[in-house]
């Protein structure tokens, strides 16, 4: 009712179908890159090269080896330090300052989307397009809200506006109230 587009990109899909996973996992969740991947060469290569073509990204070496981690098990949402600690983790002779770079040429082309949190740092999303997310602030964990509440939201646009898109982030503590197990092991950052 919004015009609110789902999955704007479009090509994830695509791409899901050369992962050798035997089932996705739930949206929910961040997968973590798997270090057995061939980001180098193969169907994975192939299929990122064209996806970056058709964002009319030329397929260098550095864009093809991120984009082969961000495009590798369905929606993702990293961190520039995340990012590089999995590039690090693979071995692409990556710096820093390129995965940045890099990040920031795909936001441009509209490849990932980029969501900013107050008092936490920039998320690189890949999916696109106008959609919900929870931010669990003691593991800062940005997730897909399974739900787009965005459509229950009966927002009215000023006069002379439409509306193109609803971002919601709802941010999370743990509940102390019930289950309370401390859970101070390792936060992402
Ligand atoms: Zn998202």
Same mark, same amino acid.
């Given at each position: 009712m919004f015009g609110v587009?789902?999955? @704007? !990109?479009g090509t994830n899909v695509e791409m899901q !179908? =050369? =992962?050798h996973q035997k089932s996705k996992p739930p949206a929910s969740r961040r997968p973590?890159?798997?270090p057995a991947f061939d980001w180098q060469g193969g @169907? *994975?290569?192939r299929l990122v090269r064209e996806? *970056?073509?058709s964002f009319d990204l030329r397929p260098t070496r550095q864009r093809v080896s991120l984009a082969s981690l961000l495009f590798v098990a369905g929606d993702r949402h990293v961190t520039v330090d995340q990012l590089f600690d999995e590039a690090k983790a693979l071995r692409m002779p990556l710096s820093r300052a390129t995965v940045y770079n890099t990040l920031h040429q795909f936001v441009a082309a509209g490849l990932v989307r980029e969501i900013a949190l107050y008092g936490s740092k920039v998320w690189y999303d890949t999916k696109t397009g106008s959609h919900c997310?929870?931010? +669990?602030?003691a593991r800062a964990d940005l997730f897909d809200m399974p739900e787009d509440v965005a459509k229950q939201l009966a927002i009215v646009p000023p006069k002379g506006k439409r509306i193109v898109g609803v971002d919601v982030i709802v941010r999370l503590v743990? +509940?102390?109230s019930e289950n309370a197990t401390e859970t101070g092991d390792d936060p992402r950052q």
């Open positions: 587009t789902e999955n @704007a !990109g !179908g =050369v =992962v973590a890159a798997r @169907a *994975l290569a996806k *970056l073509r997310h929870f931010y +669990d602030e743990d +509940d102390a």
